[in-house]
Nanobody
Framework: QVQLVESGGGLVQAGDSLRLSCAAS????????MGWFRQAPGKERVFVGY????????LYADSVKGRFTIFRDNAKNTMYLQMNSLKPEDTALYYC????????????????WGQGTQVTVSS
């Protein structure tokens, strides 16, 4: 089974950029469709973006569209989330996961969650 580890979070100011990484163990990463979710304190975990295994297909939540980009390096078994023009409302714990099927924007469509990496955006 693939194990995922997120990293790259931190404390930044509004307008700054940050790049998160999702490193995977296991040989199936390069053929795995994957996604990013985030969870703010006291709120549900919500969809951020999805990437097909090749990176050729992507889907983003409206709240991040145009600011966030997912890309991946299958040779390094790593997926990235490039976050630009960060806003205080982007503050959350960010998770990556493997897509297993169903509605791409729902948590139930994913499994093999990582432990998350914290992103805090100050105003």
């Amino acid at each position: 089974q693939v194990q995922l580890v997120e990293s790259g979070g931190g404390l930044v100011q509004a307008g700054d950029s940050l790049r998160l990484s999702c490193a995977a163990s296991g040989r199936t990463f390069s053929t795995s469709n994957m996604g990013w979710f985030r969870q703010a304190p006291g709120k549900e975990r919500v969809f951020v973006g999805y990437s097909s295994w090749s990176g050729g297909a992507a889907l983003y939540a409206d709240s991040v569209k145009g600011r966030f980009t997912i890309f991946r390096d299958n040779a390094k078994n790593t997926m990235y989330l490039q976050m630009n023009s960060l806003k205080p409302e982007d503050t959350a714990l960010y998770y990556c996961a493997i897509y297993r099927g169903g509605n791409h924007v729902t948590r139930a469509a994913y499994d093999s969650w990582g432990q998350g990496t914290q992103v805090t955006v100050s105003s």
